[in-house]
């Protein structure tokens, strides 16, 4: 299969005319068509639950420090434990940090995963840990040789997103995909794992960009026709034809069974329809709505988020977006995200977990009101837990109180789609070091997405015609159901 880096000259320039443009409507070759036809809309749980319609992904880049958020140890010595004390929520018996008082009354909707663990295949730097966690496929050779110079290949496995917009049936008039408000360390270090790579370009998500200083302002590159492509020239047929044959012609010559007329028709759909950009406008929400889910950019792309979903779009991520003046301020060591090598505790109580917590539980508290949770999987996920010991020797030992890079045991949060809330699933060590039992990996959780969705153990087809399974390994972690 011969498709163009994605992140090359020749698909940066394509994104900046007509290709994001028909790309953003989530295109579909007949594999994806087939498959779906195939698959029907039965139940695949086994317990009469109907399959979810979208996911929502949040994704606390940098690292989360499980031991100080969702699996605290109170009987820990100090060293392991820090100062935070562990809260009752709604869920008997399950609790959760102090400094998470919203989300800990909205227990009794999520399950807790304590025993996530690499088991030995990460490398304990960011970019692994993306593409581990964003795709259930351990990272090869390449990712421990580079380290977080590996730069995202047309060749990786794909981001469990873009596998659910491949899946799922076409949305008339918004993509398949959607993450914001950012694309995750571009253009310097941009993470792989995020992207559709060898599923095909055309299922990559759509990136809507936030603006930290407006945090009500949401860019798509496809709604704001970059570059020299106006909508009068999209409304010339012979026009947009001729620039998406030249798209498919540099992207891929081996896909001769496009039927491009059907992409054109969606381009058109997706760039002419005001229910498009009624969905991005998120400035139409209530002010009382906007004010339960707090005034950053973070709040809003969770906002955004609930939007999208109940627009009907199959997957949205809402990739953490750091402020590093306040980052800098708490001397976090972190540059603005989750990744405290310093000064953990007063970043994570001054500034992470109150700007968590708030829109966090406001997004399940608002699905749930608004009927959506049952048909809506969230997670939040990230690349890796913190280190039990306090003190990374890159910021001052245990004087400068950080966590260092772990990998051996996280915590991430499951809810909606037909996920029992109130409930913790495994457990880890009496520091937080390891599994202790129900030990979990990434493609488990991969699995349990895919098993939500009603997509079984998907498949596509490669370049010969021959189907094959996008992730082999893992089970669905059907006790959550």
Not at 112 to 129: E, K, P
Not at 182 to 202: S, V
Request: glycine share 10%; hydrophobic share 35%.
């Amino acid at each position: 299969m011969s498709h163009v880096d994605p992140h090359s000259p020749i698909a940066q320039a394509l994104s900046r005319r007509t290709f994001l443009v028909a790309g953003a409507t989530g295109l579909y070759g007949l594999d994806a068509a087939q498959l779906q036809a195939a698959r029907g809309n039965s139940d695949t749980s086994g317990t009469g639950q109907r399959p979810a319609r979208s996911t929502i992904l949040i994704w606390l880049s940098g690292g989360t420090s499980h031991i100080d958020t969702f699996d605290l140890k109170p009987k820990a010595a100090r060293e392991f434990r820090g100062p935070f004390e562990p809260i009752a929520t709604s869920a008997p018996g399950v609790e959760i940090s102090e400094h998470l008082p919203l989300l800990a009354k909205q227990a009794h909707r999520f399950s807790i995963i304590r025993s996530l663990g690499h088991f030995r295949r990460g490398t304990g730097d960011h970019h692994a840990g993306y593409y581990y966690n964003l795709t259930g496929r351990a990272p090869d050779d390449s990712f421990r040789q580079l380290l977080n110079s590996r730069t995202p290949r047309k060749t990786d496995w794909p981001f469990i997103g873009s596998v659910v917009g491949h899946q799922m049936p076409p949305h008339p008039y918004l993509p398949q995909a959607v993450s914001l408000p950012l694309k995750p360390g571009a253009p310097e270090y941009t993470r792989p794992g995020q992207f559709a790579a060898n599923l095909g370009i055309i299922h990559d998500p759509v990136y809507v960009y936030g603006d930290t200083d407006n945090p009500l302002k949401f860019t798509a590159p496809a709604l704001s026709l970059n570059g020299d492509i106006t909508l009068d020239r999209l409304k010339n047929r012979r026009g947009l034809l001729e620039t998406l044959d030249t798209a498919t012609r540099r992207l891929d010559r081996s896909h001769a069974t496009v039927d491009w007329t059907t992409h054109q028709q969606r381009a058109f759909s997706f760039l002419g329809s005001k229910a498009t950009k009624d969905a991005f406008d998120i400035t139409s929400e209530p002010q009382s709505v906007r004010e339960r889910y707090g005034d950053d950019l973070n709040a809003m792309s969770m906002l955004m988020a609930r939007r999208l979903v109940e627009a009907g779009v199959p997957f949205v991520s809402v990739f953490w977006k750091g402020d590093k003046k306040a980052a800098e301020k708490l001397n976090c060591k972190s540059g603005g995200g989750w990744d405290t090598h310093g000064n953990n505790f007063v970043c994570l109580e001054k500034y992470l977990l109150p700007r968590f917590d708030r829109p966090f539980s406001a997004l399940l508290e608002d699905l749930a009101d608004r009927g959506l949770l049952d048909e809506t999987v969230v997670m939040v996920n990230s690349e890796m837990g913190r280190k039990p010991k306090i003190g990374d020797p890159r910021s001052g030992g245990v004087s400068g109180q950080g966590r260092d890079h772990w990998t051996h045991a996280q915590s991430i949060v499951l809810a909606g789609g037909g996920i029992r809330g109130g409930q913790a699933y495994g457990s880890s060590d009496k520091i937080g070091a390891y599994p202790a039992d129900k030990p979990v990996a990434p493609e488990d959780v991969a699995k349990t997405i895919y098993h939500a969705m009603g997509l079984g153990n998907p498949e596509a087809i490669d370049s010969q015609g021959r189907p094959y399974r996008i992730l082999e390994e893992g089970e669905p972690l059907t006790e959550l159901f």
